[in-house]
């Protein structure tokens, strides 16, 4: 039943974000990360919404990601920054794409492979890719004896957004890593290591380029700041049409496992959405949507295709529109509200839409 939901994408609110966002950064360059299929918008189509409102430089996190980009047409400048172990690096060469490398091997094979540039990436602290401190000396001493054939154009981090005392010891240290590289002569053009939270917070981390994910979509990285109170729009729409209606007496058990049974004589509507569409299964007997005007609860466990919702004694249909979750300046649910229900965040709610999903970009 893929085909009957849809994620509507609208391209005016990712243009919209990336105005505000690059307003709100200024003078930094921005990035948007259209990594995971761009958090689930579709990543060719989202990504030329982004090129078109002239986001300075793409981001995603592997070269596959990447390759996919290059291969539809897209021509701005594409960063990517995870690399399988033994990487050759001949693709992002031949595609143009800029590698972020995270060691000596990764330099080394970029560098033999002919990349355009390099951007060194560096762990201030989040402990997962990046040199470490230890490494910088080695790594820098390598880059800058070859930067003139294959530029340090970036030095990039990445926070783990834990308090600001966390992410100003973070700063320090990616200060200092760029002090390293200045006393042995570069300075790279692009320095980056904020994304959406410190973007928007962290005036001091924004250096010469912000990395924008989830903002540039227009959902909010904070859990106690709603996307409008940040000025953004969120571009995606999940709906679905009602599959089947039926009236439940008081007590009948509901979906697998029984987990909902009416208090009284009820009207339930089954939507045709499941975990295997992304949708979570922890949302069971949680989430909300929305029909018309009207919110309607989650009731039971989410299946793998199907849902239901409890719709009290309201006329619902077959073929009514659920929406699942869009703007909630609109009255709908947010994929914040999504996230609350089974204990995630707004992250998990789109970028774990399944690929198969009708996309529609208006
Ligand atoms: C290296 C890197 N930069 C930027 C981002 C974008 O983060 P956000 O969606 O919080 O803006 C990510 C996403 O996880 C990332 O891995």
């Avoid at 008081?250 to 009284?264: D, T």
């Amino acid at each position: 039943m893929t085909q009957e939901i849809t994620l509507t994408v609208e391209k005016a609110a990712l243009e919209h974000n990336i105005a505000t966002l690059r307003a709100a950064v200024a003078p930094a360059a921005i990035m948007a990360v259209v990594k995971a299929n761009a958090y689930g918008h579709g990543a060719v189509e989202t990504a030329r919404v982004f090129e078109g409102a002239g986001v300075d430089w793409l981001g995603v996190a592997d070269l596959d990601e990447a390759v996919v980009l290059r291969e539809a047409g897209i021509t701005a400048p594409v960063l990517a920054w995870l690399h399988a172990p033994g990487e050759t690096f001949e693709r992002a060469a031949a595609h143009d794409v800029t590698p972020a490398v995270s060691g000596v091997e990764q330099l080394e094979a970029a560098v033999a492979a002919g990349v355009r540039a390099v951007h060194l990436c560096v762990d201030t602290g989040l402990s997962r890719n990046g040199a470490v401190e230890s490494e910088w000396p080695e790594l820098f001493r390598r880059a800058v004896a070859t930067h003139d054939t294959v530029p340090v154009e970036g030095l990039m981090s990445h926070l783990a957004n834990t308090s600001p005392a966390d992410d100003g010891a973070q700063m320090a240290a990616f200060v200092r890593a760029t002090g390293m590289l200045g006393d042995l002569g570069v300075e790279p053009r692009l320095q980056h290591l904020a994304a959406s939270a410190a973007g928007l917070t962290f005036s001091g981390a924004r250096i010469t380029m912000v990395r924008f994910g989830i903002a540039a979509y227009g959902v909010s990285p904070f859990d106690d700041r709603s996307s409008a109170e940040l000025g953004l729009r969120p571009a995606m729409t999940m709906t679905a049409p009602v599959t089947t209606v039926k009236r439940v007496p008081a007590g009948e058990g509901v979906s697998y496992g029984y987990v909902f049974r009416p208090e009284r004589d009820t009207t339930i509507a089954v939507v045709p959405v499941g975990y295997a569409d992304g949708v979570d299964r922890a949302a069971s007997d949680r989430a909300s949507v929305t029909i018309g005007d009207r919110t309607y609860r989650v009731r039971g466990r989410i299946a793998m295709n199907a849902l239901v919702i409890d719709v009290g004694d309201d006329l619902v249909e077959v073929g009514d529109e659920v929406v699942l979750f869009g703007d909630p300046t609109l009255g709908r649910q947010g994929a914040s509200d999504w996230a609350a229900a089974f204990g995630g965040i707004a992250y998990e709610v789109i970028a774990s839409l399944s690929p198969h999903l009708a996309r529609r970009y208006v």
